[in-house]
């Protein structure tokens, strides 16, 4: 007969299973049970643990708050027993297993596109899942390992970790230039007479203020441009392509103003900065396939 531990382990490991499935049939054809065992054992855990962990309609299963909670309490110590396992069966020299991971498009472009293959080659048995989305969403639920994301933290359970602050210049291309002349200082550009490329900020939905900085000095110009996108390749064709001035980050447009492709407007105002956060769950543990890949980035984001 099988002890209370051993159920409630059980147990744990069921509700994991239907938190990341989305259905217990799902579930159930994940753990190799049937439908009405899954079922079964969430009840004996809701039951053990004295709360209700799902609302179950014909049509839905989604997590409760307090189910919510206790996933993100249970999750860490279960990945640790995975890999504690692993390791005393012999796996601990090499990373496996599929890493899902919530990236800033910005990120995903500018500074890992061209250095991925690197990371995959060092991880032969270790699976990437990398989702670009414009919002942080909920990392535990969304059932990410890591994010990768530009931008100041908002206040959440999660650990946040600042890796690098980029500087952001305000760019154009020769021929947009060519065509409508070089504003001199920051102020022209909020009088209709130059085109600015607005580029959204997913948080508010509105495009993001054009900030100028000088040590201590801070200047905002409201330049009510008519193009906006939510897509850092976008922003950059179109500015590449003279469409208008741009706001963007040096790591991606360095390259390009060198190139003479772009010209940096405002070279005197240096000093606005953007920072990039890494974000997980948990103080108390990061899986070992997390840690590798947040090492990795680590090393990139030092050289950027």
Request: proline fraction near 6%; glycine fraction near 8%; aromatic fraction near 6%.
């Amino acid at each position: 007969m099988r002890s209370s531990s051993e159920n409630l382990s059980s147990g744990i490991g069921v509700f994991a299973a239907v938190v990341d499935a989305g259905t217990f049939v799902a579930a159930a054809d994940l753990m190799g049970m049937s439908p009405p065992g899954v079922s079964r054992a969430i009840a004996r855990l809701e039951k053990r643990l004295k709360i209700r962990l799902f609302n179950r309609t014909t049509r839905a299963v989604s997590v409760t708050e307090e189910g919510r909670r206790f996933y993100e309490q249970v999750m860490p110590h279960l990945r640790g027993m995975e890999e504690a396992a692993a390791a005393a069966a012999g796996g601990a020299v090499t990373v496996r297993g599929k890493l899902r991971i919530n990236l800033d498009p910005v990120f995903s472009r500018i500074i890992l596109g061209p250095k991925l293959d690197e990371f995959m080659d060092l991880h032969p048995e270790l699976e990437l899942e990398l989702i670009a989305r414009d919002q942080l969403g909920d990392l535990v639920m969304d059932g990410f390992d890591l994010a990768l994301r530009f931008g100041e933290p908002r206040s959440s359970s999660l650990v946040a970790r600042k890796l690098l602050d980029t500087a952001v210049v305000t760019v154009a291309a020769p021929s947009y230039l060519a065509r409508h002349g070089r504003p001199t200082e920051p102020q022209e550009l909020g009088h209709g007479v130059h085109r600015c490329l607005e580029f959204r900020n997913p948080e508010t939905g509105k495009p993001y203020p054009w900030e100028f900085h000088r040590k201590r000095k801070k200047l905002i110009v409201e330049t009510n441009g008519r193009l906006t996108v939510n897509d850092p390749s976008a922003l950059l064709n179109a500015c590449l392509a003279g469409s208008g001035i741009a706001q963007m980050l040096l790591s991606g447009a360095q390259h390009l103003i060198r190139e003479g492709q772009l010209i940096n407007l405002f070279p005197d105002w240096p000093d606005e900065r953007f920072p990039l956060y890494a974000y997980h769950p948990s103080r108390h543990h990061m899986p070992a396939k997390a840690r590798v890949f947040l090492d990795f980035v680590v090393a990139l984001t030092s050289t950027s």
